[in-house]
């Protein structure tokens, strides 16, 4: 059994007090199925439900009216735990205009709430940057680029966090997000969905995981199964196919199936939901060779 991942524990989420399809940027979204409030309701409080019943904290804001998509918490920004403790958000920089202003609400929220705030760029200036493109896994920060982040900020997050960045391009219109493509399961494990990347990509994350659960492409676009969380040996998911169910299970993993299906219709889905504040970056790094495209570590202190 792979050594239990060391975040998963703390979550910030958005209350979705008015969610609804206002837009389309992206392939899920279609302004003709509109989500059910209410049961919108039911299903974000069960998911915070599920997440405190397995030892999880949640801290919630609200939803700004002029921003539908801000119930998709894990794109607020990248929240990191400094080595000394101290909390540290990289603020998100919406590649579409329709959700910049979700970070004006973010950033004095999290600011309030005992974390030190930085950008890779604002306000439509410099590198998009969408933290649903971004995970801790081994020895690196495993960072998306392509649909929604821009390569240019994955050189300001290893500068400015001082730690191993590996690029991955997406090219899969559907999975514009690397969340919807892989979730770290623990140290060793994760779901990867190689269809959502270029073959350089696919090949570089295969190498990186040293056990992982592969999802088809049909499986992580029909299913969401790989915009799960997991919180101990608990994987929190919206569905999961059988033969992956199997592999879980053998892996050591329990699934708790929490149904979010109103969330699906502005394309995402439980993790887009939650935002994991509990992530520590920079221990003990390793130094690893080849593979991914790799942006070597500057070592630098975090600044502020
Ligand atoms: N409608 C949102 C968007 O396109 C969905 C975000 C999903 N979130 C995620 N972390 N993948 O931005």
Known sequence: MGTTLAWGRQYVMVRPDHFRVEYRINPFMDLADQPDPVRARE?????????RSLGGDVDALGQREDAPDMVYAMNLGLG???PDGR???VMSHMRHPQRRMETST???????????????????VGAHFEAGDAFAFGDALVVGYGPRTEELALKHLAVDLGVRVRGLRITHPGMYHLDLAFCPLDETRALVCPAAFDDESAEALMALVPEPIVLTEEEALTT??????????????????????????????????????????????????????????????????????????MGLPLAG
Request: hydrophobic share 40%; aromatic share 6%.
């Open 43 to 51: 299903q974000w409080e069960d998911l915070v439900e599920a997440i």
């Open 80 to 82: 990191i735990v400094r």
């Open 87 to 89: 909390r540290h958000v």
């Open 106 to 124: 973010a950033q004095p929220w999290f600011a309030g709430h005992g974390s030190t705030t930085s950008y890779v760029g604002r306000e439509g």
């Open 224 to 297: 969401f199964a790989a915009n799960s969380i997991v919180i101990g040996r608990t994987v929190v998911m919206p569905a999961c196919p059988d033969r992956v169910r199997a592999e879980l299970e053998a892996a050591g993993f329990e699934i708790r199936i929490v149904d979010v299906s109103e969330f699906h219709k502005g394309g995402g889905s439980i993790r887009c939901l939650t935002n994991p504040v509990d992530v520590r970056l920079g221990r003990d790094l390793p130094r690893v060779e080849g593979g991914a495209v790799v942006v070597p570590p």
